[in-house]
């Protein structure tokens, strides 16, 4: 069951790192004597993030088991291209910073749905309430669970899913332990720890892959790599390379469908921005969100190029290689393998501890968001309106406990799936389209109506699920962008024949300097988008 080249030592490191953020996370949840926490507090923590804490938060959140091990294994099967989500989420998020946040924080906001109900309705509030808990819960979690699972079990175990149940256990546990009691506030301040554990452990596996393809060092692996693998370097997928330019449209990953999944996860997706609702103030979380903008320029460093790696000593025939990405999922073991087989002991350790990271922080954001949710979007809503906080704080942690048993009962189901960050990049995408065409008109456009965004939101889904059909192969990234434009076409002619062009009540009244942004902020902003800027033309 246990894999012999995972020594003691190796243990010992993963060991002393659960110990380290479980007792990190119930540190800084501590209370004074005498007092108790409000939902601000568990909720919010305590509205007192600072913007370096927000940043690493952010990418901590976001980094888990998906993109680790799902996006190495795209990695291997496509190349660079997939690193399009990456890329161009630095700039998503320096739009968000600039336009999306100011208007939720002047809100005073908990949950994202809490905003629906102050700019359209308490029924379409519900309605997205009830569709968030229901993605993050059958979707994030279950998968993040799953592919953690999958890649510690091919690191430790022996591959074979010996250790698949015991390892979801184990993660769920170090996850429970220190967020739901300490809500936000020990999620944050531990993502801090790990963001760095992450980062450090996918530099390390990066360097060690590239210093093995072959005997010349680590420059020397890089460009042999670039040599036998060219096609894996191009941002923008040709049409001629017909099967992932089904998954990878060319010139569509910047300026079609993929905005409308970076628009919707970096700005409307609970778990991400409730770490910039709980800043200092407005200045505080745009710089926490430029901060992130930076640190996803290097990410695919650490979870893109090994795939890569892997993709050439597969082709190389490198010893076990071939055995170990045969079979479906085999993309997707990339990773997992690469550490396994090439990092010494001691940083074998460290590599898993933070891969154990990248995972339990997601985790813990999920079901901090989870609990924010069904607590302020349901229960207080329509259970007991006059709850108070401590009774709100429990239920809570209830909400956290029952969405994690959950996500552990339906994650072993999630087995036989190849190239899963792809796969549940399409499935959110039958639904994200219509969100995001909400959003939008909602911040944007007065004119709006709650009538127009409900309609919006129902015929979204039948028209995602029609261009999935299509007996055209259209490339799901295209399918969203056109079902966004169908949905903001519908919402926009129903607002229009509800008020008869007049502004609805509820829309959004902007006030002057509304949008206006600190000096560092606007000189990040810069720096972020030159780079990008660059990135796409060294590697078109």
Same mark, same amino acid.
């Given at each position: ?82 690193? $399009? ?35 359209? $309705? ?99 692996? &890089? ?208 639904? $994200?389209?219509?969100? &995001? ?55 926009? &002619? ?47």
């Amino acid at each position: 069951m246990f894999n012999a080249n995972f020594a003691t030592i190796d243990y010992i490191i993963v060991a002393l790192y659960m110990l380290l953020i479980i007792g990190v996370g119930l540190w800084v949840s501590r209370t004074k004597k005498g007092t108790r926490k409000t939902t601000e507090d568990y909720f919010l923590a305590s509205k007192a993030l600072p913007w370096w804490a927000i940043g690493a938060s952010l990418i901590a959140a976001n980094i888990s088991a998906e993109q680790v091990i799902g996006m190495s294994g795209s990695g291997f099967k496509v190349g660079l291209a997939i690193a $399009s989500y990456e890329f161009m989420a630095a700039l998503t998020l320096v739009i968000v910073g600039k336009y999306f946040l100011p208007i939720f924080i002047t809100k005073g906001i908990y949950t994202i749905p809490e905003f629906v109900e102050k700019r359209f $309705s308490t029924n379409l509030r519900t309605i997205l309430a009830v569709f968030w808990i229901a993605l993050f819960i059958f979707v994030n979690l279950t998968s993040v669970l799953f592919l953690g699972a999958k890649a510690i079990d091919t690191i430790v175990g022996d591959a074979q899913g010996g250790l698949m149940i015991p390892v979801i256990i184990l993660m769920a546990f170090v996850a429970a332990a220190y967020s739901i009691y300490g809500g936000l506030s020990a999620v944050a301040w531990t993502d801090v720890i790990q963001v760095v554990l992450l980062v450090a452990g996918g530099v390390v596996t990066t360097i060690f892959a590239l210093d093995r393809v072959t005997d010349g060092g680590i420059i020397d692996g &890089l460009r042999h790599v670039w040599e036998q693998a060219p096609d894996k370097f191009h941002m923008i997928i040709p049409q001629s390379n017909s099967k992932v330019f089904s998954e990878l449209p060319g010139i569509a990953m910047v300026i079609g469908g993929l905005w409308v999944a970076n628009l919707y996860y970096w700005g409307f997706n609970q778990y991400i921005i409730q770490r910039a609702l709980a800043a200092k103030s407005l200045p505080e979380a745009q710089k926490g969100i430029v901060f992130a903008g930076f640190l996803k320029l290097i990410i695919p460093l650490i979870v893109v190029v090994p795939g890569i790696v892997a993709y050439v000593m597969y082709t190389e025939h490198y010893p076990g290689a071939a055995e170990a990405f045969a079979g479906v999922g085999g993309g997707d073991k990339a990773y997992p393998w690469l550490v396994s087989n090439l990092l010494p002991i001691g940083l074998k350790g460290l590599v898993v501890a933070a891969l154990f990271a990248a995972i339990v922080s997601s985790l813990a954001s999920m079901l901090n968001s989870v609990s924010t949710i069904f607590t302020m979007d349901i229960f207080r809503h329509y259970v007991d309106k006059n709850a108070s906080h401590g009774k709100l704080v429990g239920v809570g942690r209830i909400t956290s406990i029952v969405a994690l048993v959950i996500a552990c009962c339906v994650a072993p189901l999630m087995r036989n799936f190849d190239q899963m960050f792809l796969y549940i990049q399409e499935y959110t995408g039958l639904v $994200s389209p219509g969100i &995001l065409a909400i959003f939008l008109v909602g911040l944007f456009w007065k004119k709006a109506t709650n009538r127009g965004a409900i309609t919006g939101i129902l015929v979204s889904i039948p028209v995602a699920l029609a261009l999935k059909l299509l007996p055209i192969n259209m490339p799901f990234i295209d399918q969203m962008m056109y079902t966004c434009l169908i949905t903001l076409a519908t919402i926009v &002619l129903v607002s229009l024949n509800t008020h008869n062009g007049g502004d609805d009540p509820k829309g959004i009244v902007f006030t002057d300097g509304m949008f206006k942004t600190s000096r560092s902020f606007n000189v990040s902003a810069y720096i972020v988008c030159i780079l990008l800027a660059s990135i796409y033309v060294i590697f078109w």
